[in-house]
């Protein structure tokens, strides 16, 4: 448990670049790293980080390009990534699965598992090439509540099914599971960051005792992931506490609904919905529920209202901290504007920089002002709270 009580992280405030490599729900490849022109300005990239003190960063290896074959690996331009990192003083930590798996496999593949946790020993071996002596922080999959409901309930993207959200999220913990054995077998120091969105569900005004009951456990289903990691549920995929270590959180604007998925809880009314609930009593819940250091590991928001979210994200996150709750981080993503998944000539406008588009070029960074100047304010209102902080010791050493 030692392991557990260190904070890898070389900067609170960090950066995702958006890198999924999914199928989208018409079937087609997309491939963000670089449709948002990050493998090809990624020097300018971590230079603009500078000015927001941002030293750390979630990027990924993109599973589908990496495997082409099945147990041959091409590594080039993670190495490159890499190389860059180190020449700039970027930490990066590594999305092995972001949505995309390898054209032959899909969650229900009766390989899948073997061929993740292959995957994540041929990473580490590499890596270790590389970087000998770095520190090593891996999320093996992304987001497994999401995109066990996207592609098992929802046909939204691979195996498109529906009704089998359960069966899906069983074979994505399968190679979850074995991927960090895996990954602890080949270095015992890599540490392991989950990211699984955080979430509330409510019941409709005026409910059922059914609706409540419902809702309930919808509500508590978005810990499932992490129950499987931990080995307090399906023991028999061979979790364990252990491998609980840094416990990653993604929150949205529409984090918060109502049952049904049809009518969400706004989040900036001047009178709120009694139902909704701050970002500091969800993280709250998570962190006791596992009692491990905690990281806001995605949030954002589109279009204009970004300053205002970003400003209620300093707050919340504040509050914990000044109270001792050993938040480690906050990563903002998308930092670069990304395009839709199913839709890709529709742009979000949800990152720090905007991308301006240019036939034939990679998208030029535009600095959205506003949300870069309320991005200053929220970082000194957190460095306040940890200054005048004087229980966070105790609390990361509780852990």
């Known amino acids: 448990m030692a392991l557990f009580s260190t904070n890898p992280f070389r900067s609170f405030w960090m950066a995702g670049y958006e890198c999924t490599d999914q199928l989208n ?28 003190n941002i030293r750390t960063v979630r990027e990924g290896i993109r599973w589908s390009q990496i495997e082409k ?23 990066q930590i590594w999305d092995m699965c972001h949505f995309g798996y390898p054209d032959d496999l899909t969650p229900l593949h009766p390989q899948f598992a073997r061929r993740f946790a292959a995957l994540c020993r041929a990473f580490v071996e590499f890596y270790r090439s590389v970087l000998p002596d770095d520190e090593l922080i891996v999320t093996p999959i992304n987001e497994v509540n999401f995109i066990s409901w996207l592609g098992g309930d929802v046909r939204g993207t691979s195996p498109y099914c529906v009704g089998q959200g359960w069966e899906v999220k069983y074979g994505l913990m399968r190679a979850y599971i074995e991927g960090v054995a895996a990954l602890r077998e080949a270095d015992p120091s890599v540490r392991i960051l989950t990211t699984e969105p955080l979430v509330q569900i409510v019941p409709p005004l005026n409910a059922t005792n059914e609706q409540i009951i419902e809702a309930a456990t919808a509500d508590e289903n978005q810990f499932q992931s992490a129950d499987m990691l931990g080995g307090f549920i399906c023991p028999e995929l061979g979790g364990s506490p252990d491998f609980l270590d840094l416990l990653g959180f993604n929150y949205y604007y529409n984090n918060q609904w109502e049952l049904g ?16 609930l701050p970002l500091r009593k969800l993280l709250l819940k998570a962190y006791r529920r596992y009692n491990r250091p905690i990281v806001l590991t995605e ?31 906050v990563c903002l993503y998308p930092i670069i504007d990304r395009p839709d998944w199913d839709h890709p000539t529709q742009w979000h406008h949800s990152g720090l920089w905007d991308a301006e588009l240019i036939d034939g070029e990679p998208p030029r960074r535009v600095l959205y002002q506003p949300y870069a100047q309320a991005l200053l304010e929220a970082q000194v209102m957190v ?6 902080s004087a229980t966070v010791p105790e609390a990361v050493a509780a852990t």
């Open 261 to 276: 998925f049809q009518t969400f809880l706004p989040w900036g009314d001047p009178i709120p919905d009694p139902r909704w």
């Open 69 to 91: 074959t099945p147990y041959q690996y091409d590594w080039s331009l993670v190495k490159a990534m890499l190389l860059e990192g180190r020449r700039q003083g970027i930490q």
């Open 299 to 329: 949030t954002s928001h589109p279009g204009i209202d970004r300053p205002h979210w970003i400003r209620m994200i300093g707050e919340e996150c504040s509050a914990l901290v000044q109270e001792g709750v050993p938040l480690w981080g």
């Open 25 to 52: 729900c018409f079937g087609n490849r997309v491939d963000f790293l670089p449709l948002t022109g990050h493998t090809q300005l990624l020097a300018e990239d971590y230079a603009h980080l500078g000015p927001f």
């Open 383 to 388: 460095e306040n709270a940890s200054a005048q």
